[in-house]
């Protein structure tokens, strides 16, 4: 069965790096989202990216995060300047649509951010 | 603007016994509805989705949710619950636009504990 993939699982930066968080959509999905998870606090939307291009986000997405395609295949989250309050689960998600009959959004395992 | 309530923050209950998880949302037009599970360092599991039709909407791992607008809620029940089903649960409301949805808002969650 078609599954999102994150890498890493886990990634430990200091205050003020730079980190890449990666994912693997499923491959005929179309549109692509990026949550976090602060520990013990609700699943928080944070960007929705389709035709390379941003359609939607959040107020927590600031300055500071940034989303890319690179190629045909990784979905990836740039945070430039990592803060401790960036410390999360973050959950990639792939739809095949927005609108229409398939359009569920599957989750990866998650890549949990610790920053020092 | 769309929120989801989950009241209960922590539920206990006996393997074997009934559960009814509560959800309620707040939104301006016909909701796109979800539950997800979550068990501990994994990600999001989707259980089960209400898009139209049937309010009464079946379910993986034999959960089920009711849909009634007049309350607007979206209540999880099992008949009969598992020591495997002791998870996290999200319910959530997919933000239509365009015609479909294109972000999930949840709701803080409901830690299940399941005593043998």
């Known amino acids: 069965e078609p599954e999102v993939t994150q890498t890493p699982s886990h990634q430990v930066t200091q205050m003020g790096q730079e980190v890449i968080l990666r994912c693997v959509p499923i491959?005929?999905?179309?549109?692509f989202y990026w949550y976090r998870q602060i520990l013990g606090q609700k699943v928080e939307f944070l960007v929705s990216f389709y035709n390379n291009e941003i359609s939607e986000k959040s107020e927590i997405f600031d300055d500071q995060f940034s989303v890319e395609r690179p190629d045909g295949s990784n979905f990836t989250l740039k945070i430039r300047s990592t803060k401790l309050e960036d410390s999360a689960m973050y959950f990639c998600?792939?739809?095949?649509?927005?609108?229409?009959?398939?359009?569920?959004?599957?989750f990866g395992p998650g890549t949990r951010l610790t920053v020092l | 603007a769309q929120s989801v309530t989950q009241p209960d923050i922590h539920i206990t209950v006996s393997e074997g016994a009934s559960l009814e998880l509560r959800c309620n949302y707040s939104?301006?037009?016909?909701?796109?509805l979800f539950w997800y599970v979550q068990s501990p360092g994994q990600g999001l599991q989707l259980l089960l989705k209400?898009?139209?039709?049937?309010?009464l909407v079946q379910g993986i791992k034999g959960f089920e949710a009711e849909f009634k607008r007049s309350q607007s809620s979206f209540n999880l029940r099992k008949p009969s619950v598992h020591w495997s089903d002791a998870a996290e649960y999200f319910c959530a409301v997919g933000a239509a636009r365009g015609g479909g949805y294109n972000k999930l808002i949840f709701g803080a969650g409901t830690r299940l504990a399941v005593h043998p």
């Open positions: 209400y898009f139209s039709g049937d309010t």
């Open positions: 491959s005929n999905h179309l549109y």
């Open positions: 998600a792939s739809s095949e649509a927005a609108g229409g009959t398939y359009n569920e959004q599957f």
């Open positions: 939104y301006g037009a016909t909701p796109y």
